[in-house]
């Protein structure tokens, strides 16, 4: 970076029209015991030599704190690979952050978690692959998880913290949406993620393994708006719809350098976590320059930052500052610019094909999937 460093947070907002990141999301290591097809780590996965050593975390937890962030989502990976993990979550509540452990469970202990309770942890996301063990098995490659789950989420409960299920929604559990919903419930969550696949990384290579039907998506939208209008008071739902379905795109991130900012295992930090497929986009690293200085100055996250970068349809659009254009990296990946229209809205030249391709490889039979590693 070549600007001068030395604005303070308030200088560096009104000069920029910018405020501070809302949440961070911590990605501690790319290691994890599960191989999702699906995983939205990159392709060229950092091996574990390269992570931010314990200070250089703590460190990043000072500066989040400092810089505004108000949200911690300790991520991976899975981030309880790390056995320094109380010792980060230790400076990330003195330095004030709510904070959230984004967890698969397989690996956690009773003794372990309620350590992290009274260090002050402050919220638990636990993933399930889905309610039947099978094909939670068949999905994550990895035997056993679903018992370990379902007692990782009744310790959330006995040591009184709040619990969001996040479930990854794709052809082999859709047709569970129902069952999935009734689990959430059962085991006490307050909050569940159904997120359908985004294809990036991992879920962009194994697509036609994982792209349910159109028919299929419809439904699964329909039984969990009966369930969000039955469950009120019960169960919070956040549903992340299928982008090739869709008419209008998504705000990814809630806008590209708006409120949120994610730091990789080995320090780079990114307005998201695909972004390094993008041309001409400059990541900087925690390790050389403060995080507060990159959020507000760092070239990537000025690059598509606002409106003034885009081109039409989206520049003279009525919702260019609701859903910021959609996703740069999928108008990448679908367009071959990053610049363009997100393909996911109807406005875009590619909307169509887009839509085509999803529903070609949805009636052929899925191809094995391609399961993440590292290396
Ligand atoms: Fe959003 Fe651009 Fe589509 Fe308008 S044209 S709805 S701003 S993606
Ligand atoms: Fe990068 Fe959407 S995944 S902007």
Redesign the pocket.
């Known amino acids: 970076m070549s600007e001068d460093m030395t604005l303070s947070t308030a200088q560096n907002k009104q000069e920029n029209g910018t405020g501070a990141p809302m949440g961070m999301l911590a990605e501690l290591t790319y290691r994890c015991p599960l191989q999702c097809p699906y995983c939205s780590n990159p392709l060229d996965i950092n091996r574990a030599d390269t992570e931010l050593t314990t200070a250089e975390w703590q460190t990043v937890m000072r500066q989040a704190g400092e810089c505004g962030v108000l949200q911690l989502h300790l991520s991976g990976g899975e981030p309880c690979v790390r056995p320094d993990l109380e010792e980060i979550l230790q400076s990330a509540v003195e330095a004030g952050l709510y904070t959230n452990l984004i967890t698969s469970g397989v690996t956690l202990t009773r003794e372990r978690l309620e350590g992290l309770v009274k260090i002050g942890l402050d919220h638990v996301q636990l993933s399930i692959q889905d309610v039947d063990p099978n094909t939670a098995k068949l999905i994550s490659n990895y035997k056993g998880g679903a018992e370990k789950k379902r007692e990782v989420a009744r310790w959330v409960k006995e040591l009184g913290l709040p619990l969001t299920l996040n479930v990854v929604i794709h052809r082999h559990n859709i047709e569970n949406t129902s069952e999935i919903i009734d689990y959430a419930v059962d085991i006490g969550a307050g909050r569940i993620e159904l997120a359908h696949v985004q294809y990036y990384a991992w879920a962009l290579k194994n697509r036609a393994a994982l792209i349910p039907s159109r028919e299929q998506f419809y439904q699964s939208v329909k039984v969990s708006n009966e369930a969000k209008e039955r469950l009120k008071g019960i169960l919070v739902f956040d549903v992340v719809a299928h982008d090739q379905y869709a008419i209008?795109?998504k705000a990814c991130m809630g806008g590209w350098g708006r409120s949120l900012l994610t730091v990789s295992p080995s320090g780079k930090v990114m307005p998201c976590q695909e972004c390094e497929t993008i041309p001409g986009l400059e990541v900087d690293n925690v390790r050389d320059t403060p995080l507060e200085d990159i959020w507000f100055k760092g070239q990537a996250f000025q690059m598509f930052r606002g409106t003034s970068w885009?081109k039409e349809?989206?520049k003279s659009?009525?919702?260019?500052e609701?859903?910021?254009?959609?996703c740069r990296c999928q108008a990448l990946a679908v367009t071959g610019d990053a610049a363009a229209?997100?393909p996911a809205?109807?406005?875009?030249p590619y909307h169509d094909e887009f839509a085509a391709t999803a529903e070609h490889e949805a009636a052929e039979e899925p191809p094995p999937f391609v399961y993440r590693r590292l290396g």
């Open positions: 209008r795109p885009m349809p989206c659009c009525d919702r260019r609701i859903d910021w254009g959609g229209t997100d809205c109807h406005l875009s």
